[in-house]
């Protein structure tokens, strides 16, 4: 018999830069209110306590060769929630940006001759999103995720309910914020398919939206085509700027 | 009986990456011992290439997650240097204090989140709250600060908006720099007390020097952080655009992320490392921190860079204050960009929380970027950590110390180097057999 009857929580991390999760450290003095609803059981970040024992499991990152794979399958096994955190967990994020070169050019590039074959450390597929891998159950986009939806999401799973996530695109927020569109100032954006959420905080500081929450579920891609005419840009500066975040999405991920 | 320990502490830690440590020894004497970095390669250099100049600060700050100013601005510096790009004074000053933001941030973190707890003997922060809720608290609001600071220069805490080429897309009011002054003062105090509370337990910092060698950069004009030229305890100063033959990195097969090698077999960068080259450029309050735990240079004690890393925390405060209120006599002016599209390569150096980072990027006539390097400080620190370990590891088995303090001891020169906040807490798992 458990203890407690609070959700066992745990985070993981895959290739990334660890920025989502040091948003949990970022909500300051809210972490203190988080722990009083959810046992955080593994958290290398903050912790040296480890436990397999989890009910929902955060994973950052994204998955770049057979090990990690393995380790997330294990976890996905433990889990009864897995949440993907970041864009390199959700979409593969600025990791799959390599995709657009062979593996085998990209370990030339960064590992020259080194005898780095038959080395499992160095054993590197195509970026995958967690979601390539295993069954993911909900998705805390942004690269960084916001703190402010990750203590919504967390607070939400543990009262057993759905988390609300944005399906509609940066523009919204954008608008309310009475922002000068990035376009009038002659710049460019990706907040007319882009998903919300972020609060439009690129063009909040006066820099484009850089797609990393990844697109909505049905982005307006007439609209965009109008926008790109309107100030006259090409589809190929939208896509030349699209794959940062989302080279995923021009086509299937290499198995 | 043969005594025999093994060690190997899997697949655990993020640093840049994940890092294990394997640690063989029998009847008093160590067979092997090895810092092993397992980290997934990311490949960021091959990212960089064929990227527009303009997305080449936002692609560099997702390296890492807590120095993401530092990446964003050492890849400006790399961008601007390729084409000719000359910034303001007021664009370099509001740069400096985003530097400070991130520094103040790291080191707060490092010291008051993941080192902390080894001084008072527990496994993270949490349990803190219920025993030191006072020294917690405090911790936080230093931490707050440093994050809030960065959301005032940067647009955000983590990964850097209105950095850009030639300037900011958006800067602070002089209203908002007011404020700001007004907590920093706030925060000395505060700070004073942190490192009060980190000296009645300092004690648990192990006693443990290995001379190496320490590089930084250091200027003429301030205790070098944001500019300077590359220095070493050993070579005095170097030049900038050698660092390729500085840093000399190479592959270990136990190791995805490179090693570097100088002067000697290793070499250590970091709060440490700039101390020992330029403590006499070190604020008043700095100073006193420093005097407070007996730091002088040299000190070759890897576990007093987390002292190090305070007596930084005292010095980026007291500079910020400076540098607000030099910007605040001068007034703050929108400044718009203004620059042409240059192909060359540039070189730019910076010191990251943890330590000199550099980044070489080579420039086409369309301002695409065609080649990149980055040598980031975790990397250059891994064989000090490994050669540090080949001393220390021999010392505490034949002083036949238990399993428990063995792991601690590695755990806490691990960590001492902070290689990257997740490696930092739950490093190592270790099995004794």
Redesign the interface.
């Known amino acids: 018999m458990r203890p407690s009857v609070k959700p066992r929580v745990a985070f993981f991390d895959f290739a990334s830069c660890e920025g989502c999760q040091l948003q949990v450290i970022n909500l300051e003095e809210s972490v203190i209110d988080l722990i009083d609803i959810v046992d955080v059981v593994s958290f290398r970040e903050a912790m040296k306590e480890h436990s397999d024992d989890y009910d929902i499991a955060f994973v950052e990152g994204s998955i770049m060769r057979p090990m990690d794979a393995e380790r997330l399958k294990k976890i996905r096994e433990r889990a009864k929630i897995l949440v993907a955190l970041g864009a390199c967990a959700c979409i593969g994020g600025i990791n799959a940006l390599r995709n657009r070169y062979s593996v085998e050019h990209v370990k030339k590039v960064v590992y020259g001759d080194a005898d780095i074959e038959g080395n499992p450390f160095f054993d590197v597929f195509h970026t995958k999103a967690v979601g390539d891998v295993v069954d993911v159950d909900y998705y805390v986009y942004g690269c960084p995720i916001s703190r402010d939806e990750l203590a919504k999401v967390i607070t939400s799973l543990a009262l057993g309910k759905k988390p609300e996530i944005p399906n509609y695109p940066v523009c919204v927020e954008c608008k309310k914020k009475e922002n000068v569109c990035i376009f009038e100032k002659g710049g460019f954006c990706l907040g007319p398919v882009t998903r919300a959420g972020c609060g439009a905080i690129c063009p909040t500081n006066g820099s484009g939206c850089e797609g990393c929450r990844g697109l909505v579920d049905n982005p307006n891609t007439d609209s965009e085509l109008d926008v790109l005419k309107k100030y006259g840009l090409t589809v190929e500066d939208a896509l030349g700027r699209f794959d940062l975040f989302c080279y995923k999405y021009k086509g299937e991920v290499s198995k | 009986m043969s005594k025999k320990i093994e060690i190997k502490i899997e697949?655990?830690?993020?640093v840049?990456g994940h890092g294990n440590i394997v640690l063989d020894a029998e009847d008093g004497a160590v067979k092997q011992v090895q810092w092993q970095v397992?980290?997934?390669?990311?490949?960021f250099?091959?990212?960089m290439?064929?990227?527009?100049y303009t997305?080449l600060t936002?692609?560099a700050s997702?390296?890492?997650?807590?120095c993401?100013i530092s990446h964003g601005l050492v890849s400006l510096k790399a961008t601007e240097n390729a084409m000719g790009v000359k910034i303001s004074d007021q664009t370099l000053w509001l740069r400096k204090l985003a530097h400070h933001a991130e520094h103040l941030q790291s080191h707060v973190?490092h010291v008051g989140?993941?080192v902390a707890?080894d001084l008072f003997g527990v496994?993270?922060?949490?349990p803190l709250?219920g025993t030191h809720k006072d020294i917690v608290?405090k911790i936080?609001k230093l931490?707050?600060l440093a994050?809030e600071m960065s959301d005032l220069f940067c647009?955000?805490?983590?990964?850097p908006?209105?950095l850009?080429v030639g300037g900011?897309?958006?800067i602070p009011t002089e209203k908002e720099l007011v404020a700001l002054r007004h907590r920093l003062d706030d925060a000395i105090e505060t700070t004073k007390e942190v490192a009060g509370v980190v000296l009645e337990n300092a004690g648990k910092l192990p006693d443990f020097t290995r001379e190496t060698e320490y590089i930084a950069l250091s200027s003429g004009d301030e205790y070098a952080m944001y500019d300077g030229v590359i220095s070493s305890t050993d070579a005095g100063r170097l030049n900038n655009d050698d660092y390729l033959d500085i840093t000399n990195e190479?592959?270990v097969?136990?190791?995805?992320a490179k090693h570097a090698r100088h002067k000697r077999d290793s070499y250590m960068v970091g709060a440490l490392a700039r101390f020992n080259l330029n403590s006499e450029k070190l604020s008043p309050l700095a100073k006193d921190v420093a005097d407070m735990f007996g730091l002088k240079p040299l000190n070759y004690n890897p576990y007093m860079n987390s002292v190090a890393q305070l007596v930084e925390v005292a010095h980026c405060l007291e500079d910020s204050i400076s540098k607000v209120d030099a910007l605040l006599d001068t007034g703050l002016k929108d400044e718009v960009p203004d620059f042409k599209v240059n192909p060359g390569r540039g070189v730019g150096v910076i010191e990251a929380p943890r330590g000199l980072l550099i980044h070489d990027y080579t420039i086409d006539e369309n301002g695409k970027c065609i080649k990149a390097n980055c040598v980031i400080p975790t990397n250059q620190n891994h064989r000090n950590i490994q050669k540090d370990m080949e001393v220390l590891a021999p010392q505490l088995v034949g002083q036949d110390k238990d399993k428990k303090e063995i792991e601690l001891t590695l755990e806490m020169l691990v960590r001492a180097y902070d290689p990257?906040?997740?490696?930092s807490?739950?490093?190592l798992?270790v099995d004794f057999e």
């Open positions: 697949h655990v830690t993020r840049e397992s980290e997934a390669p990311r490949f250099e091959a990212m290439v064929g990227r527009d997305e936002h692609i997702r390296i890492c997650g807590i993401s973190l989140y993941l707890p496994g993270s922060v949490f709250v608290v936080i931490h707050r994050n647009g955000r805490t983590t990964h908006i209105t850009t900011f897309t958006k190479f592959v097969p136990y190791s995805t990257c906040i997740s490696c807490t739950h490093y798992k």
